[in-house]
Structure formats: structure tokens, C-alpha cells
């Protein structure tokens, strides 16, 4: 279902101070600057409900909106893998972010995030690996297709879903863009299969 309402909930720094909601959760995960803030807003068609920034590193804290009031929460990740912080405090945020992801038991989906403008990179391919090892369900999302012509966005499709195939991985991969709203309505219709398939208890 389109989304009509979209709310801030809250804001966690560790995963312990979550919040305590009966709706099925879908979160944004990927490097950071790769566009999760923006896809989100676009999703939601709320320009300003997640924080976005040319600057990497912005979202540093779990933020959860609730969505169509409570068909679902959406929550937006901080980005992994953020260079300008020490290697000790990117893996403490690493470890905090996979500990959500394995312990959330509200979790019925993770959107993966990649830039479609690259090549696919060890710590995207590494994170899917490992949502994969966790039986996690997932799906891979790929970024920014406005910056590309038609020819390469679809070229970079084709890489990413050869790329999962060889790592014997069966998902969706979709091609977005949170400038042109491009494969929004794919995104929404895979959230609503998630949502369905999966409703909680
Ligand atoms: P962190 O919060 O730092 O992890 O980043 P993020 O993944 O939330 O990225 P954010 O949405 O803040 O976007 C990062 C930059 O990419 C911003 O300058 C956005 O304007 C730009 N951007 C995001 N999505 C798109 C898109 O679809 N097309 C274009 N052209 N630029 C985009
Ligand atoms: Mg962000």
C-alpha cells in the first residue's frame, strides 16, 4: 500500500534503547553517503523525514518512523563502513548494527544499499554475505540511477545480479532513484509482499 502518513518515532543510539512497537519492521542499511536517507524520503514522499547530507557519516544514531499509522515501521540505519572515524569506533558501530539486525525480532525485511555508479565493493558484497550466512531476509537496492544513463544503470543491474548468483544468493535487485522516484513502486510492492507474508504474531 502506498504510504500516506509517515511519522518520527524515536531515535536510539544502541540497540537496547529501541523502541517497544507491535508493527512489522523494514530498515535501510549501506556505506555511508550511499543514499539511505534520501530513498527513504522519497519512499515516504516526505522530503524531510530523514536527515540527508553531501557529508558522510550524517545518520549516527537507529531512527524509526512509523508508517500508515502502524502498518509497518521503517527504521534508517547509520551508514557502515564510514571512514573518518577511527577503525575502533567503525567496528564498534558494525558489531551494534549486526546485533540489531540478528536480535530485532520484529525485523521482517533489510534493504541493502548500493551505489549503482560502482562496481560492486569487498564491504557491500562482505555484508550481503553475511546477511545471507544469517538467513536474513533481504533484498539489494541500488542508488542514485539518475547519475547514470540507461545503458550503464542496467549494465550495473545486470553485474550486481551475476555477482549474487555466483554467491549462490537468491534475491531481488532493484534499480532506484531518489531524485526521479525511479523503482519506487517496485520497492513499495516488495515491502507489501514482506509485510504479508510475514505479519505479526
Ligand atoms: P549517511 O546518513 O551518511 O549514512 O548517508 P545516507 O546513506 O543516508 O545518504 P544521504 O541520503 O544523506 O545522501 C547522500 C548524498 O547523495 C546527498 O548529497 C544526496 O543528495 C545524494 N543522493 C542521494 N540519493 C540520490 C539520488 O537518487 N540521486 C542523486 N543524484 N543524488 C542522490
Ligand atoms: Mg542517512
Keep these: ?23 512489522p519492521e523494514i ?31 550524517k545518520t549516527r544514531l537507529l531512527n524509526f518512523f512509523i508508517i500508515n499509522d502502524g502498518q509497518w515501521c521503517l527504521v534508517d540505519l547509520p551508514g557502515y563502513g564510514y571512514a573518518k572515524v577511527s577503525q575502533a569506533e567503525r ?10 539486525l540478528v536480535q530485532r525480532s520484529y525485523l521482517r525485511l533489510i534493504v541493502v544499499l548500493v551505489d549503482g555508479r560502482h ?23 541500488l542508488t542514485k540511477a539518475d547519475k547514470l544513463s540507461k545503458m550503464a544503470a542496467n549494465k550495473s543491474l545486470k ?28 520497492l513499495q510492492s516488495v515491502i507489501d509482499s514482506f509485510i504479508a507474508e510475514h505479519p505479526n504474531p
Design 1 to 23: 500500500m502506498e504510504i500516506q502518513k509517515a511519522r518520527y518515532l524515536k531515535s536510539a543510539e544502541r540497540v537496547d534503547q529501541s523502541p517497544d512497537h507491535p508493527y
Design 27 to 57: 530498515c535501510f542499511i549501506g556505506r555511508s553517503n550511499v543514499g539511505k536517507s534520501s530513498l527513504i524520503n522519497a519512499l515516504t514522499r516526505h522530503p524531510k523525514l530523514a536527515k540527508t547530507s553531501s557529508t558522510p557519516g
Design 91 to 100: 567496528e564498534a558501530w558494525d558489531r551494534r548494527m549486526q546485533e540489531f
Design 119 to 141: 562496481q560492486p565493493l569487498d564491504k557491500d558484497l562482505d555484508m550481503i554475505y553475511w546477511l545471507a550466512e544469517q538467513a536474513l531476509p533481504f533484498i539489494v537496492v
Design 159 to 186: 553485474t550486481y545480479k551475476e555477482e549474487l548468483k555466483e554467491m549462490n544468493i537468491e534475491t531481488e535487485v532493484l534499480l532506484t532513484s531518489a531524485g526521479t522516484r525511479q523503482g519506487m513502486m517496485e
